[in-house]
């Protein structure tokens, strides 16, 4: 049992992008209370099933409790000296390029800040890559290719002052619910506010929508290139915001020529949903993994910004295309550069002048002048013998990446692989050469960044088991360890967020969007006590929109319409694999479960892992209700249960990606992904797989 710790206080849930806040108190028996923030603008006192458990997911069972170095206890300085020892030995043997960082969503941005730094201003070098590629990447490339930076031009309200909202790859209902219930409870104030469902899948947020295209998987460019097509032909190209864009002609060039049909969306669907689109001026398109995950992710988000720049209906009230993350801290993340081809503070890593501003402002002795190796890129070295030490934090590669198994052997077959976790019971961490306890959720004091730009505190009301120790404490005594003393003498988060704070001065300097320097002179009690605050943060701007008078991050000051045309996924079906394998989440479980797990109530919503099929290709395939069937793609295999629904489209089937395990039945679904990636963003289709579905 935890020791007591009596508190009561504001923090954020761990798991998706909405970033909702959340009220801790501890009893006296040491029991963890977790209730909604009724005042934190993401969810005003909503939580789902996942954030309402978080007391059920915090005991210390299975928890790192020591550090251990080939499997036996230690001590702290012993175990940091040999991560430290190791590293500065490799680099100066093989060069700084073979040691890499593989992080995550999960780090806060002051852990995520610390990593960077130590990565590309000490170490030299710019492999350090997220498992936010795997969620993301394509729309943070998609963001810069048409704004110049990584800019969410939108907030949260945009989804209460539109008339109608548009889902397009993303189950919200399930994936961000408080977002969806948010929509739903204006919905029911406002019923004449309209929501469009684009998914392959008849997925549960549809069953509100007034309108769903089942199109087919990975079609959105032709869609939504079909969607400017029609704007044009009915005039609604708004010429007095095309002053402030640039390459409209050739974008309709390529919209003109795509093929709609390859949508497989019947006429009449297609018309209402360009009557609703066209006919409406305050539009939101919300946009996930249905559009990431894919190697022609970034076209697609592109051919959405494409639609909204052609009518200018972008950063006005109610209007603008939205991402929404899939981690609590995806978007910090991406601020502080933490993915292998960014700076930090949205600077440009191959931008002569950004790097060496930042270089100056570290006192770095060198950084790499080009972009590191992307995370299926790092593992692909990881597995040649290239990367010969390599730092995991908080996530579980080798179940979570594309052709898992390949990973799994990568890491196994490493020289030297640290990981920080909270848990041993991971697949990764059972193949560490040295573990690092951390503190966990509960535990562990920051900030993250939700979908809508707005950070908020993540703070600790449990106090740390055993001998965890955060990240950035963990970071910053191996880069103490490996010399660089001066540069990681941090004794609390609030001073390096006050350095990240000044540091983003820089970037602002440089009129990029990043700006927080505003809150560069926090006081440790005004950082403790740090309310919800979006940013920008500066003398010129506080929070808000983006774009609405252009003001574009681009060299000329444009947002950018791209020539988009749709490509099929890589992988063809055939004889041998004739389905489509969909990827997803589910509404109760998180990432590989090493948390959700630990709730009986959530494990109960769907307890195993399962393959939802058509009815017809199951009565096909000879396979009936609740049969165990045998996955099959030349990557690997995977044997789960059957559920049989014609929620999903007849030649696809739909699995989830939490379940881990080699015992049947064994969802381990990304073991059958291949690593394919969209050239420009690096991120994995996790969603175009090839399979046979026959009986186990
Ligand atoms: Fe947590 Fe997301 Fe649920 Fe909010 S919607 S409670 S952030 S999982």
């Not at 060069?95 to 590309?120: C, I, R």
Request: net charge negative; charged share 20%.
């Amino acid at each position: 049992k935890r020791p007591q710790s009596a508190c009561s206080l504001r923090s954020t849930c761990p798991y998706c992008g909405v970033g909702c806040g959340v009220l801790l108190a501890v009893d006296d028996q040491g029991a963890l209370e977790v209730r909604g923030d009724p005042d934190h603008p993401a969810n005003f006192g909503r939580l789902c099933s996942k954030g309402s458990a978080l007391s059920e997911t915090v005991s210390l069972d299975d928890r790192l409790l020591t550090p251990r170095v080939h499997g036996q206890d230690t001590d702290w300085d012993s175990a940091l000296d040999l991560v430290a020892t190791t590293f500065k030995d490799t680099i100066a043997k093989h060069g700084p390029d073979s040691v890499a960082f593989y992080v995550s969503g999960q780090l806060l941005t002051e852990d995520y800040y610390v990593a960077n730094k130590l990565m590309k201003g000490f170490i030299g070098s710019a492999n350090i890559d997220t498992n936010s590629r795997l969620c993301m990447a394509s729309t943070v490339a998609g963001h810069k290719r048409a704004f110049g930076t990584d800019t969410v031009p939108g907030t949260y309200e945009d989804l209460d002052e539109a008339d109608v909202i548009v889902l397009t790859g993303s189950n919200l209902a399930w994936c961000h619910p408080v977002l969806y219930q948010r929509i739903l409870a204006t919905r029911k104030a406002r019923p004449d506010q309209k929501l469009v469902v684009i998914d392959p899948r008849r997925t549960a947020s549809c069953d509100l929508a007034d309108l769903h295209l089942p199109l087919a998987l990975g079609s959105d460019v032709a869609l939504f290139n079909g969607l400017l097509a029609e704007i044009e032909k009915r005039g609604l190209i708004d010429a007095e915001f095309a002053k402030y864009v640039s390459g409209l002609d050739a974008a309709l060039v390529s919209a003109r020529a795509d093929d709609l049909a390859a949508t497989g969306l019947s006429d009449d669907v297609l018309a209402e949903f360009f009557d609703l689109w066209c006919g409406t001026k305050k539009v939101v398109t919300i946009f996930s993994q249905g559009v990431n995950q894919s190697s022609s992710g970034t076209d697609k988000v592109n051919a959405i910004t494409n639609c909204h720049l052609a009518t200018g209906r972008i950063g006005k009230p109610g209007m603008g295309p939205f991402s929404v993350t899939g981690q609590p801290n995806a978007m910090g993340g991406r601020e502080v550069g933490g993915l292998a081809n960014m700076l930090a503070c949205h600077l440009d890593l191959e931008n002569a002048d950004h790097r060496n501003a930042v270089k100056d402002f570290w006192s770095a002795p060198v950084m790499p002048e080009v972009a590191g190796l992307k995370a299926v890129e790092m593992f692909k070295a990881v597995g040649e013998g290239k990367i010969k030490a390599l730092w995991i934090i908080h996530t579980n590669p080798a179940v979570s990446m594309p052709d898992a198994d390949k990973v799994r052997d990568a890491i196994a077959g490493c020289d030297f692989v640290v990981v920080s976790d909270i848990t041993v019971a991971t697949d990764t961490a059972r193949l560490a050469h040295v573990l690092l306890p951390a503190t966990g959720w509960g535990e562990k004091d920051g900030t993250v960044t939700n979908s809508d730009r707005m950070m908020s505190r993540q703070r600790a009301v449990l106090p740390a088991p055993g001998l965890a120790r955060p990240d950035w404490h963990q970071l910053a005594e191996v880069g103490r360890r490996m010399g660089f003393n001066a540069a990681f003498e941090y004794e609390t988060p609030a001073e390096i967020f006050r350095e990240y704070a000044a540091l983003s001065g820089i970037a602002g300097g440089f009129g990029r969007d990043f700006d927080i320097s505003g809150l560069a002179d926090l006081s440790n009690t005004a950082y403790a006590d740090l309310a919800p605050t979006r940013w920008p943060v500066s003398s010129g701007k506080k929070g808000g929109r983006f774009f609405a008078d252009g003001g574009f991050f681009t060299p000329d000051g444009k947002g950018r319409m791209l020539p988009v045309a749709w490509k099929p996924p890589v992988a063809k079906t055939e004889k041998r694999y004739p389905f489509r394998l969909n990827t997803g989440r589910i509404r109760d479980q998180w990432h590989t479960m090493t948390r959700t797990a630990r709730s009986p109530r959530l494990s109960a919503h769907l307890a195993e892992p399962f393959v939802e099929i058509h009815p017809e290709d199951a009565s096909a395939q000879g396979i009936g209700p609740t049969a165990l069937v045998l996955l099959k793609t030349p990557n690997g295999r995977a044997i789960v249960r059957a559920m049989i629904t014609d929620r999903t489209p007849k030649g696809e089937v739909f699995v989830p990606m939490h379940w881990t395990g080699e015992n049947a039945p064994s969802g381990r679904i990304d073991a059958l992904v291949p690593s394919v990636t969209d050239p420009i963003s690096g991120q994995p289709e996790s969603k175009g797989a090839v399979v046979s579905v026959t009986p186990f």
